[in-house]
């Protein structure tokens, strides 16, 4: 069954559409991230523009953050001070985004900068995650007692000024590096269509030393709101979001994340971290071959402005 | 003097030789192509026939015709683009920017264009898509010519452009019918359709029709509310966001 999709103007299978959110869901109930960094790249492969893909996955990403946000709330997963700091730098972060997404779509660069944005964040991410839990397998075989880093150890970053406490992360740090990361986190999911919890929550943990009870419920919370003023700010600067394609995708992805996270119990900690690594990895090597190999087509074409 | 001479005896073979001028009547299946959540495409059908011109004696017209179809849609600025290979890494380098270039093209003959016509009369009325790329542009001739060729065959390639030399079958010796199937990711907006009769290499008549290709319903209201009012539609995408991802953690969570 095809659907005209108003903004993207052509059709498309609903099934494909709710099967690839439904697949990306499932993804991402399992290991806990938003799927942005999946939906996006799937999209723009099977032909709908890179402007509409990623102005339209916020949405979904929207949706798919919520009920997992929610959730974690209700069990007093969420530390609000701190994802208010974080949402707003990374609404600052986005106009940022949103404006480079605009320019460099003008100027024609927008799918290579793209491309290279996703190789270089997925790729180191993947890279740290495969190590870590290469590592943690491994001495779990070897009978060693994984010691979690605790929370309270503490490196450069606990030296800056400007120190805030944050009650329920059981912190005393500076502003400055919680904004850095709200700002860029910000500026890459509106340029990129991600929501940025693979980066937020390394960058939570390892940096800025948050407990684990309250990393990803934080992270889904600042995702959520973080994607709906990104949202609105494609709506409003670049007209690309298409709600239509946006709600096929949420239907899909709602679902699918369910048995997604129900799947996920079966499974332990360092082998879903290692699987997500290599997924990670996979895309990142995907778009790495992109940008290396010879296009299949050197040329290209696009419509500057709307049809008239 | 002998250039009022000549001009008198033209007129005078004018008057001798009764006025032997074809008229074209034509149609088309549909005036107005809807956009549906269904939309998958859609088929016209352009007709008509030929007759003897108005206030002509002539009681019947003597061919053989040709008839060429050109279906043209709402313009766009389109920009070629090409990749050169950087560092290693392939980047778009060098572009050129058509203004009015047409969103669509199609063209449908009863034979060969080449072959009914000469190319003089082709490229000056726009019925071959090369046409369209050789209007001036700034970036120079050579540039044009070489974008402006991928920029076809990257149309063609969507469906967008294309020529159909067999695409007008004659029923009679003056009754023609052609088939045009618009694809679903044509661009809404008017169309012009402009028929030209050919009659020994030369356009004799011509005549043209429009059509809508527009979005209603639903899609419409969408495709407005995006372009007219980006606040809201951008807060009510959030808000279904929102609604769906609550609703599906109420409805699995047991």
């Known amino acids: ?308 | 003097m002998i250039r009022l001479f000549v001009l008198v005896i033209a007129a005078l073979l004018l008057v001798a030789i009764p006025a032997r001028a074809e008229r074209l009547i034509s149609a088309l299946s549909n005036d107005k192509i809807e956009i549906t959540s269904s939309f998958d495409g859609e088929r016209l059908t352009f007709y008509g026939s030929i007759a003897p011109d108005a206030g002509s004696e002539q009681k019947y017209v003597v061919g053989p015709y040709h008839i060429a179809v050109v279906i043209l849609g709402p313009t766009q600025d389109r920009v070629a683009r090409e990749k050169t290979n950087v560092l290693g890494m392939w980047l778009n380098t060098d572009q050129v920017t058509f203004k009015g270039f047409p969103s669509y093209f199609h063209v449908l003959s009863s034979g060969r264009l080449r072959e009914i016509t000469d190319v003089t009369t082709l490229t000056t009325n726009f019925i071959l898509p090369e046409s369209h790329v050789l209007v001036p542009n700034a970036a120079g001739w050579w540039q044009t010519m070489v974008f402006g060729r991928e920029l076809i065959r990257l149309m063609t390639e969507e469906r967008l452009f294309g020529v159909q030399e067999n695409g007008v079958n004659f029923l009679s010796d003056t009754f023609y019918s052609a088939q045009l199937t618009l694809p679903s990711n044509a661009p809404p907006g008017p169309y012009i359709a402009q028929t030209y009769l050919i009659k020994n290499g030369a356009i004799i008549a011509r005549k043209s029709e429009g059509f809508a290709v527009r979005k209603i319903g639903f899609e419409r209201f969408l495709a407005q509310s995006a372009t007219q009012y980006p606040l809201f539609y951008g807060l009510a995408c959030v808000a279904l966001a929102l609604a769906t991802g609550w609703l599906g953690g109420v409805l699995f969570r047991r």
């Open chain 1, 1 to 308: 069954m095809q659907i005209y999709l108003p903004i993207a103007e052509l059709s498309v299978s609903l099934f494909f559409l709710v099967g690839i959110g439904g697949a990306v869901g499932f993804l991402s109930g399992l290991f806990g991230v938003g799927g942005g960094f999946l939906l996006t790249p799937l999209l723009i492969f099977s032909g709908v523009p890179t402007s509409v893909a990623v102005a339209s996955v916020t949405g979904q990403v929207v949706a798919a953050s919520t009920s997992g946000a929610l959730s974690y709330y209700r069990r007093g997963g969420v530390d609000l001070h701190l994802a208010m700091y974080l949402v707003i730098a990374g609404i600052l972060g986005a106009f940022g985004g949103v404006a480079a997404f605009d320019l460099l779509r003008n100027a024609g660069q927008l799918d290579f900068v793209i491309s290279a944005g996703f190789l270089v964040l997925l790729g180191s991410v993947g890279i740290l995650m495969l190590q870590e839990s290469v590592r943690a397998l491994l001495k779990q075989r070897q009978g060693v007692v994984v010691r979690e880093r605790l929370p309270n150890q503490h490196n450069w970053i606990h030296g800056l000024p400007m120190r805030v406490r944050f009650k329920k992360s059981r912190l005393y740090i500076s502003v400055l590096p919680v904004l850095a990361i709200g700002l860029f986190i910000g500026f890459v999911g509106a340029l990129l269509g991600v929501g940025g919890g693979f980066i937020m929550v390394p960058a939570l943990v390892y940096l800025l030393r948050v407990p684990g009870n309250v990393v990803i419920g934080t992270s889904l919370a600042q995702v959520v709101a973080m994607m709906a003023a990104t949202t609105i700010l494609h709506a409003v600067q670049s007209q690309s979001v298409d709600i239509l394609l946006a709600f096929c995708l949420m239907v899909g992805g709602v679902a699918g994340a369910q048995f997604g996270a129900a799947a996920g119990k079966h499974l332990r900690g360092e082998q879903l971290r290692g699987l997500l690594a290599l997924l990670v990895l996979a895309i990142a090597i995907r778009f790495g071959l992109g940008l290396v190999l010879i296009p299949e087509d050197v040329f290209s074409m696009s419509v500057v402005g709307g049809a008239r």
